[in-house]
Nanobody
Framework: QVQLVESGGGLVQAGDSLRLSCTTS????????AGWFRQAPGKEREFVAA????????YYADSVKGRFTLSRDNAKNTVYLQMNSLKPEDTAVYYC????????????????????WGQGTQVTVSS
């Protein structure tokens, strides 16, 4: 069983940066593709970014492309989401998710593809 814990959320102003972290306990993260999703109040959860277990392949939603960067350090069992130039519309609860993957170059972008989820971390961007 993979347990994911997100951290790094908070309240910032528009234009500021935050770095979210997602760490695992119980198992190494190195064979799991990972993704970030977010859910704003009154909206459905949406895809933000994904990375293969090798870290060599990444994919971003259009809304965050060029502003967010997803990376991972498998030695530390941690995935990072660097968020720059934050906007009020980025306000949401951000969730980390993981999927066992046998391909180092494959990532997943759909919620149903991820069996493991963290509890979420709140990001609030004020205007």
């Amino acid at each position: 069983q993979v347990q994911l814990v997100e951290s790094g959320g908070g309240l910032v102003q528009a234009g500021d940066s935050l770095r979210l972290s997602c760490t695992t306990s119980g198992r190494t993260f190195s064979r799991y593709a990972a993704g970030w999703f977010r859910q704003a109040p009154g909206k459905e959860r949406e895809f933000v970014a994904a990375v293969s277990w090798s870290g060599g392949s990444t994919y971003y939603a259009d809304s965050v492309k060029g502003r967010f960067t997803l990376s991972r350090d498998n030695a530390k069992n941690t995935v990072y989401l660097q968020m720059n130039s934050l906007k009020p519309e980025d306000t949401a609860v951000y969730y980390c998710a993981a999927h066992t993957s046998y391909s180092g170059s494959y990532y997943y972008t759909q919620e149903y593809e991820y069996p493991y989820w963290g509890q979420g971390t709140q990001v609030t961007v004020s205007s």
